[in-house]
Every structure is written in structure tokens, then in C-alpha cells.
């Protein structure tokens, strides 16, 4: 089912949760809400899940009016960060909680229940602990298991908030992938909230990049991070070197479209998309080798130009041809620059947007 | 204690504290009831039946524990409340609540007895528009229960407070999520949280009112084979320097709260005992 938002805004006092959000959700689809904490990612999902009220603006169900629909009555599934299991239930009664408290004339008979409840411990292989009270699980176990409660009804639409936040990288990455082959078994709308980069890109269809209670930009995970639409979005998805053009002029200058001479500008380079050359070249930038350090697949290298420091990432071949040494001269050349006309101070600091 | 059981436990210690306990709960506890025990085996059995079965012995208990369970139940309907709101909601004037509630712990159980007899006589703020309506709270059993509620709200209140923060709201709004309503999700996931110490704060006002004196005797008016209790019957004993016949009485209180006690415990085992494991799993996640 779609979702739809339409000039949603929430604020709790004098903070601003929520400004004019619009968002549209198609049917079917995996859509991550992604910041930093406290830019309003699970507002916004409590608010489609209507556990929260809006100050303005409307959720619409399925082209349906829903903003003032109950929590009970909006057939949405959702997801807690920590689980919030009923704690003296089993995990089968946990499972079967949202069936048997079903008004009689829709409620299934207790044969059915017991049917669809194994059935959703078999889908989130579970059905061995049917009898176990949530506090004998560990964290990704109990997580699976609030996501079977939450299917239980056959939701609309699922909601998870930071539904992988409390569980360690192993794990997480497990729960991520199964994630998504649950998402595509069940034919439903999806939306999870994680301040986490990686899990962002990794499963969603698309991303919803959000800051300070705006939505920064939206897109497949391959646009959101090789073509970012802001300094923040460029900054928030993964590492990035930051270059003023007042201090390597040249670099900043590169790509800039127009623009005074005194017109301060800022360029956005990856680390992975510099390379370092032995000798000078046309456009490159001098910089002194300062550490190298192997880390797994890659060698970062830590360059120094102006007693600024530049991160380099470099496949292991590619160090091995260099063969860095701390200290030596080398020169370095960008494949992809991203140049944002004046850098606010806003943008960096994250103070008031004036 | 071994040394080699005591060598085995991580926290040290332990067979000071336990020394130290069973001496200290000897010492304030159990000799002094020993002593009572001890007294009241001066009677022969026949004896003891016939002191601990008289009439108005008998109208005593009933009227002591009959009070006492139904002061216990409405401290327990009303607690919850009270305790319900005090943790979930932010109002103003919450804290001079919360310091309300522990007003019966401190005050004079006397000074409550007076307060209330005050109020709820025939003259009085509240009796005068009772007793228009043909109810007589003050002087009989219905003001034993009112002197017995009072003094026991806060054990309830105080029992309950940590458990209700212990529940997260997020495990309401999970429930609503699921489609229950207010109601189921009181019933089904609130209460059997909240039950165990529900239960424990209903025994708690229930001991604290068998034994209750002080403030029952002002507003009881006190009537044999009426209104009253246990305790002041083995008072009037001992003020006719009948020693032997008040620990009969204090015999048959103990063994019948006794008994309550390890009923209530063991119900409240039992509720507790339900839904907890044998501890986390091997951690295993597949």
C-alpha cells in the first residue's frame, strides 16, 4: 500500500522535529529514512504509524485520508529499537498477541492462530523457541520475534525504527539481509529509520536523507552517495575531504561554474576518488605523506598540504605499485570534485540556518 | 560455611551477611515471638480453645481481618491509580502528591484515628452529609475500614511506583499497534506486569492493618461483638492483668496472619515465577 505525506510539521516546543515534510511511498517499496539523531527520522515514522500527532499536514493511506486514524485502526506493523516484547508472554503468545485480541467476529478460530503463529515463527526461524519467554533470547532473536508479532496482522504497511541499532555488526548485517528477502516475500510497503549509512544503502529501495526536520535529498542509494545534493548529504554519506579554495585554490576552482574571483567556494572529494601520482601533473596538489595504515581491503593514507589533513583510500595493488613512504613528497589529483558555492556555516556546524 | 563454597562465589562475604542477618532477625524477631509462643503454652489446650473461641473473640477476628482485606482491596483498586498516574503523567502540584502519599507513614497513627473521627462523625465535615443520606461511617465497622485504608494506601502506591517505571510505553504503543484497544492492552500486558507487585503491596497494607491500633480504636467506638478488634481485645486483657488470655489471642492473630502471609506469598511466587526464565540462552542467533 502507498503512503503518502503531504506538509507534515511537528514541533515539540520551541524545537522544530518536523518542517514541511512531503514524502511519497509507491507500493512495494523499502525506503530508509536516514540522519543524524534528532533530525526527526522517527518522528515522522511515529507519525505515519499515528503515535504521534502531527501539528500540520496529512498521511494518506493508499491515496486514503489517514492523519487522524487511530494507531489500532491504521493496520501498520511496527518495529521497536527495543523490541518492546510483552515480557511475562512467550514468544508464541507474543506472536499470536495481535490476532487474539481481534474483535470475535474477525478474531480466527485458536486453531488458525496457533497454524498462522507457527507458521510466522517458521518464516522468521524461530519455531524451535515457541515456548521461551523474551527475556531467554538474545537481541536478534527478540528482534525477529517482534517482527513476527508485527506481521501477524498482515499488515499494510511495516514501520521499523532503528530496528538493528541494539545489536552487534555480525548480526546486523544477518538481520539486514533477511531484512530485505522478507520485504520482497511479502509484497508490502516498508519504511525503517537508521542514522546508519551503510544499512541505508545496503537494503533500501530508496533513501530519504534528512536533516534538522527537512529532507536533504531523496533517492536510490547509488544517487544519494555518488551524486549527494547537498554538503550535508555529501558529509553524512561516508567520509569525504573537505576543500576551501582559499586554501587549495586550484582544486576548489575546479568545476566551479561562474563565480566571482573573490567568491569563496567549497569542494567535495572522497577518499577514494584522489589519486597520488609521484610527480606533479596538470591540476594536482602538493601534499606530504604523514601515515599509512592498512585497514582490511584498503590502505588509508593520511596526507598532509598546508597543514590541513587529506584522507586517501587505495586499494592494496595500488599502495604496493606507490610504495608510500611517511614523510615523502607526492602529488595528488582528484577523478571527482563536487564544488558547493559558499560554505555556510550552517552547513558545517549545524548551527541556525540564517 | 565451607571454604570451599565460599572461595567459589565472586561476591565476598557472604557468610558475614548471613550471620549477620539470621542474628539480627533472631534478636528482633523470632525470640520475641518464641517468648509469646513460650507464654502462651502455660495454657492447657482446652484452655487456649476456650479463650481463643469465645464470642467475642471470634466477633473480633472477624471484624479485624473482615476490615482488613477490604481495606486491603480498595488500597489495592486505588493505589494502582494513584500509582499510574504519579508515574505516567507530568501535571502541576505532582511532587506535593507524591510527598502526599507517604503522609500516613509518618503521622501519628492517633492523630489520623482523631482526624478521621472528626470528619466522619455526625457532626463532622463529611459524616453530616453522609449520615444524611443514611450512612453511619464513624463509631462502626465501615470506620474501621476507612482508618484501615488510610494508614495502608502507601504500601501500595510505594510497591507499585517502580515496577509501573519499569514498563516502557513503548510496549503500550506496540500493543495498540497490534489493534488492541485500551482495555485489552490494561488487561493483557499492563496488569500481568503490574500483578506480582500488585499483590505484594495488597499484603503489605493487609499485615500493616491486622496489626493497626492506634488509629482504629478513636473511630471503631469500639462496641463488643461489633466493632471490635483483635488488638484492642487483647489490650483490655492485659489491663485486667490477664497475661496469658492476651497471648492466646496474640497466638491465634499470629498463626491466622502467618497463614495469610504464606498464602499471598505464595501467590505472588507463583505470578512472578511465570514468565521468568531460567536465564538467557546460549546467545545463539540463527
Same mark, same amino acid.
Given at each position: 500500500?502507498?503512503? $503518502? ?6 514541533? /515539540?516546543g520551541?524545537f ?21 539523531? !534528532? ?9 505515519i504509524a ?7 499536514? %496529512?498521511? &494518506? ?9 487511530h494507531?489500532? =485502526? ?9 523490541y518492546?516484547?510483552?515480557?511475562h ?37 524461530? =519455531?524451535?523457541?515457541a ?22 496482522? $498482515? ?8 530496528? /538493528? !541499532?541494539? &545489536? =552487534? ?12 528477502? &522478507? ?12 542514522? =546508519? ?37 555529501? %558529509?553524512?554519506?561516508?567520509?569525504v575531504?573537505? /576543500? ?15 563565480g ?6 567549497? #569542494? ?16 594536482s596538489?602538493?601534499?606530504?605523506? %604523514? ?14 598540504? #598546508? ?20 614523510? %615523502?613528497?607526492?602529488? &595528488? ?9 559558499a ?8 548551527g541556525?540556518?540564517? | ?22 542474628v539480627y532477625?533472631?534478636?528482633?524477631? +523470632? ?9 502462651a503454652?502455660?495454657l492447657s ?12 473473640a ?18 489495592a ?6 500509582a499510574?498516574?504519579?508515574?505516567? @503523567?507530568?501535571?502541576?502540584g505532582?511532587r506535593?502528591? *507524591?510527598? +502526599?502519599v *507517604? ?8 492523630v ?7 470528619? @466522619? ?27 484501615l ?16 517505571e519499569d ?7 506496540a ?35 491486622i496489626?493497626? @491500633? ?21 489490650i483490655?486483657?492485659?489491663?485486667? @492483668? ?28 507463583w ?6 526464565? *531460567?536465564?538467557?540462552? *546460549?546467545?545463539?542467533?540463527?
Amino acid at each position: 500500500m502507498s503512503i $503518502e505525506i503531504r506538509a507534515i510539521s511537528k514541533r /515539540f516546543g520551541g524545537f522544530v522535529a518536523l518542517d514541511d515534510i512531503n514524502l511519497q511511498i509507491p507500493t512495494g517499496e523499502l525506503v530508509a529514512l536516514l540522519g543524524p539523531s !534528532g533530525c526527526g527520522k522517527t518522528t515522522l515514522l511515529r507519525i505515519i504509524a499515528g503515535m504521534e500527532s502531527a501539528d500540520a499536514g %496529512q498521511v &494518506l493511506f493508499a491515496g486514503e485520508e489517514a492523519t487522524h486514524v487511530h494507531a489500532r =485502526d491504521r493496520n501498520v506493523g511496527f518495529v521497536f529499537q527495543h523490541y518492546a516484547l510483552f515480557r511475562h508472554m512467550s514468544v508464541f503468545e507474543n506472536v499470536a498477541f495481535g490476532l487474539r485480541v481481534k474483535p470475535r467476529k474477525v478474531r480466527p478460530s485458536a486453531a488458525e492462530i496457533r497454524q498462522r503463529v507457527n507458521d510466522l515463527l517458521k518464516l522468521v526461524q524461530l =519455531d524451535w523457541l515457541a515456548d521461551r519467554y523474551p527475556s531467554q533470547l538474545s537481541g536478534g532473536q527478540r528482534q525477529r520475534i517482534a517482527l513476527a508479532r508485527a506481521l501477524a496482522v $498482515e499488515p499494510r504497511v511495516l514501520l521499523l525504527d532503528e530496528p /538493528f !541499532g541494539a &545489536l =552487534d555488526t555480525r548480526v546486523r548485517k544477518e538481520l539486514r539481509r533477511w531484512l530485505r528477502r &522478507l520485504h520482497d516475500e511479502m509484497h508490502i510497503s516498508s519504511v525503517f529509520v537508521t542514522h =546508519d549509512q551503510e544499512e541505508a544503502l545496503e537494503v533500501a529501495d530508496r533513501v530519504v536523507v534528512m536533516n534538522r526536520g527537512r529532507i536533504e535529498q531523496i533517492g536510490s542509494p547509488d544517487e544519494v552517495y555518488s551524486n549527494p545534493a547537498s554538503p550535508f548529504v555529501y %558529509q553524512f554519506l561516508g567520509n569525504v575531504n573537505v /576543500f576551501h579554495s582559499r586554501v587549495h585554490g586550484e582544486w576548489a576552482d575546479v568545476g566551479r561554474a561562474g563565480g566571482g574571483p573573490e567568491g569563496e567556494a567549497t #569542494a567535495y572529494v572522497r577518499p577514494h576518488d584522489i589519486e597520488i601520482e609521484h610527480r606533479p601533473v596538470v591540476g594536482s596538489l602538493e601534499a606530504t605523506v %604523514q601515515e599509512v595504515h592498512p585497514i582490511g581491503p584498503l590502505v588509508r593514507v593520511e596526507l598532509a598540504h #598546508a597543514s590541513e589533513l587529506i584522507e586517501v583510500e587505495l586499494t592494496r595493488e595500488r599502495a604496493t605499485v606507490l610504495a608510500l613512504a611517511e614523510g %615523502q613528497q607526492v602529488w &595528488l589529483k582528484p577523478r571527482q570534485v563536487r564544488v558547493f558555492a559558499a560554505p555556510s556555516a550552517a552547513m558545517e556546524e549545524g548551527g541556525s540556518g540564517i | 560455611m565451607s571454604a570451599s563454597t565460599s572461595r567459589s562465589r565472586v561476591l565476598p562475604g557472604f557468610g558475614l551477611s548471613l550471620g549477620c542477618t539470621l542474628v539480627y532477625l533472631s534478636l528482633l524477631i +523470632l525470640l520475641p515471638l518464641s517468648g509469646l509462643a513460650f507464654k502462651a503454652s502455660h495454657l492447657s489446650l482446652a484452655e487456649f480453645w476456650a479463650i481463643a473461641s469465645g464470642e467475642r473473640a471470634l466477633a473480633s477476628y472477624r471484624v479485624t481481618f473482615g476490615a482488613s482485606l477490604l481495606a486491603a482491596t480498595a488500597n489495592a483498586f486505588f493505589g494502582l491509580i494513584v500509582a499510574w498516574i504519579l508515574v505516567r @503523567y507530568s501535571f502541576p502540584g505532582k511532587r506535593a502528591i *507524591d510527598a +502526599l502519599v *507517604d503522609l500516613p507513614f509518618a503521622l501519628p497513627t492517633a492523630v489520623a484515628g482523631i482526624t478521621l473521627a472528626t470528619l @466522619y462523625a455526625g457532626n463532622g465535615w463529611i459524616g453530616r452529609h453522609l449520615e444524611s443520606l443514611g450512612v453511619k461511617v464513624a463509631f462502626t465497622p465501615l470506620g474501621i475500614v476507612v482508618a484501615l485504608t488510610f494508614i495502608g494506601l502507601p504500601f501500595v502506591v510505594r510497591t507499585l511506583q517502580p515496577v509501573i517505571e519499569d514498563i516502557e510505553p513503548e510496549v503500550e504503543e506496540a500493543a495498540a499497534s497490534l489493534g488492541a484497544s485500551r482495555l485489552q492492552t490494561f488487561s493483557r500486558v499492563l496488569l500481568p506486569a503490574i500483578f506480582p507487585a500488585l499483590v505484594t503491596g495488597f499484603t503489605l497494607a493487609l499485615s500493616r492493618s491486622i496489626g493497626e @491500633y492506634g488509629s482504629v480504636i478513636f473511630i471503631a467506638g469500639n462496641l463488643p461483638l461489633i466493632s471490635e478488634i483483635t488488638p484492642l481485645l487483647i489490650i483490655s486483657k492485659l489491663e485486667q @492483668y490477664d497475661v496469658v488470655g492476651a497471648t492466646a489471642l496474640a497466638m491465634v492473630m499470629l498463626m491466622i496472619s502467618f497463614v495469610m502471609l504464606l498464602v499471598v506469598n505464595g501467590l505472588q511466587w507463583w505470578a512472578a515465577s511465570r514468565h521468568r526464565g *531460567d536465564g538467557p540462552s *546460549d546467545g545463539e542467533v540463527r
